[in-house]
């Protein structure tokens, strides 16, 4: 069976190609309709056997940032209610492994940064509405917002799955620990500046990323989920795709993106943040370089040309 999954709404957003922000007519009528749940009907179209998805997008929207709100708080609590989420339930546990009672310093720097992906600011205006009153308004897109949550709720996913691991590692290792109950529990944590960044797993994920046909929107999934980019410093309108890049040997590359060091060639550009993120307009990766190869500990098997230049 040929199946056809509308979600309406969406389509008649993204199917204007000259203004996608103007609404077009989408025809939602079946032939020989058969409900499968409250939104969803399975019936013909044009000869064609589909499920079609109708709902009020102000319902979509809604379901989509109660997901997204409910996953941030799953993450990183809830301040409300001071529930500690994954970050603050990995944090208890690696501060218990920095305890003296586990063998640990009595110190931990704690790295792991806390971006609450939904602080992002919105643009407010404020003046007087039609009835003259004095108000505060904030506009965008339908589309656009459509956009930045779903965003959202990758890299929330993505941010869970990894704090979960994590946990579960930590876990573990605490498992294998002989308690010292004579010793302090006490810990000094230091958290590290929102700028620090841990160059040594950086690379090593880099070298295991950097391959031709590398997915860009693979990278830059796993780099706001480990918290290496932050989501509030991009708009999802912002290229991330443009000016050509030089190696060391000043062979220029286009479409070329610059991460702590590495240098990546994509295959086709300008791309969007919120194309790689919404739109499946995803680039391949041709090529990368890196300045220094002693950083890298694998170097060998990601970076077999000489220093700073192109591999491909």
């Known amino acids: 069976m040929k199946h056809k999954i509308l979600w309406l709404a969406a389509l008649a957003l993204a199917g204007c190609s000259s203004n996608p922000n103007k609404a077009e007519k989408i025809e939602t009528q079946l032939d020989k309709p058969s409900t499968i749940t409250g939104t969803q009907k399975v019936g013909l179209k044009n000869g064609e056997m ?47 492994l920095a305890s003296k009672q586990y063998g640990g310093s009595g110190t931990l720097t704690w790295t792991e940064p ?11 205006k404020i003046g007087l509405d039609e009835n003259k009153d004095l108000v505060g308004v ?9 956009q930045r949550f779903q965003g959202y709720k990758i890299i929330l996913q993505k941010r869970s799955d990894e704090f979960e691991e994590k946990i579960e590692a930590c876990n573990s290792t605490a498992m294998t620990k002989q308690v010292d109950t004579s010793q302090s529990s006490k810990v000094l944590v230091n958290e590290a500046p929102k700028a620090t960044v841990d160059s040594g ?43 050509p890049v030089k190696d060391s040997k000043a062979e220029s590359r286009d479409h070329a993106f610059l991460f702590h060091g590495w ?20 680039a391949k990766m041709v090529a990368w370089a890196y300045d220094k190869k002693t950083d890298v500990t694998s170097a060998a098997a990601c970076l077999p040309a000489s220093e700073g230049a192109w591999n491909h």
């Open 50 to 96: 589909v499920v079609l998805d109708k709902a009020e997008i102000a319902e979509k929207l809604r379901d989509l940032q109660n997901q997204v709100y409910s996953l941030e708080d799953k993450v990183y609590g809830t301040r409300k209610l001071g529930s500690l989420g994954l970050y603050g339930e990995l944090k208890s546990c690696m501060r218990k």
């Open 114 to 124: 806390l971006d609450r992906v939904t602080d992002k600011e919105e643009d407010l």
């Open 138 to 146: 904030s506009q965008e897109y339908l589309r656009d917002r459509l």
């Open 201 to 243: 797993a950086i690379n090593e994920f880099m070298c295991g990323f950097v391959r031709p046909g590398a997915s860009l929107e693979n990278f830059m999934i796993n780099a706001f989920a480990h918290g290496w980019l932050s989501l509030s410093d991009f708009n999802l309108t912002q290229p991330l795709l443009s000016a």
């Open 263 to 282: 240098k990546m060639a994509f295959d086709q550009g300008p791309v969007t943040v919120g194309d790689v993120l919404n739109q499946g307009k995803d």
